[in-house]
């Protein structure tokens, strides 16, 4: 995953220092990020597709022949970043992406996000903690949450073997994708 990410900041034209900055990251956390020495969390995916103009599922450098409606479990092969396991459970380039995700315990911290799109997530197996503005919810296998992705939101695996999850997202390209990362009230979105 590294060289695409390299690769695709210079497709669109970014310095080092611009893509860290629009980010939110350091250039030297970029750096590690783009020479594998670091692995991004979803949020920083996503923050990365949105910069630079393109999806998850190719900054993963997945790639689809053609825009098959059918993705079978024996094609999903997992990608693993910063102990995060994801599956594309969709065709890449299309305006949702879906993922299969399996969180580890414990992440993501105090992390707030808030960046233009909708997502939608369903619980498969263990417990997820999702933040959603001032309110803080327990989803148990089966439940599900559709919000609006500006509503400051952040999710953590409640249980010791992690959360596993159906994540759908948009990838709205708009003038507000710049704050897919930004400090409010204190706090790093």
């Known amino acids: 995953m590294a060289p695409q990410l390299r690769a695709l900041r210079r497709r669109a034209g970014l310095t080092l220092e611009a893509a860290a900055r629009d980010a939110g990251l350091s250039p ?4 590690r990020l783009e020479t594998g020495q670091r692995q991004p969390s979803l949020p920083m995916l996503l923050a990365l597709a949105r910069i630079y103009g393109t999806t998850v599922s190719e900054l993963l450098g997945e790639r689809v022949a053609d825009q098959n409606a059918i993705v079978r479990a024996a094609d999903m092969d997992p990608t693993r970043a910063a102990g995060w396991t994801y ?12 993922l299969r995700v399996h969180a580890p315990y414990g992440t993501q911290g105090d992390i707030v996000r808030v960046h233009p799109g909708e997502e939608w997530l369903y619980v ?25 992705s500006l509503t400051p939101h952040r999710l953590a695996a409640e249980d010791p073997d992690g959360v596993e999850l159906l994540f759908v997202h948009t990838l ?17 979105l």
């Open 28 to 31: 030297a956390h970029l750096s």
């Open 87 to 98: 599956f594309q459970a969709g065709a890449p380039g299309r305006g949702m992406q879906a």
């Open 124 to 148: 498969l197996k263990g417990r997820l903690r999702l933040r959603l503005g001032d309110a803080t919810h327990l989803l148990a296998p089966g439940d599900s949450a559709h919000f609006d």
């Open 172 to 188: 709205l390209q708009s003038p507000t994708a710049a704050l897919c990362l930004g400090h409010l009230n204190g706090e790093l």
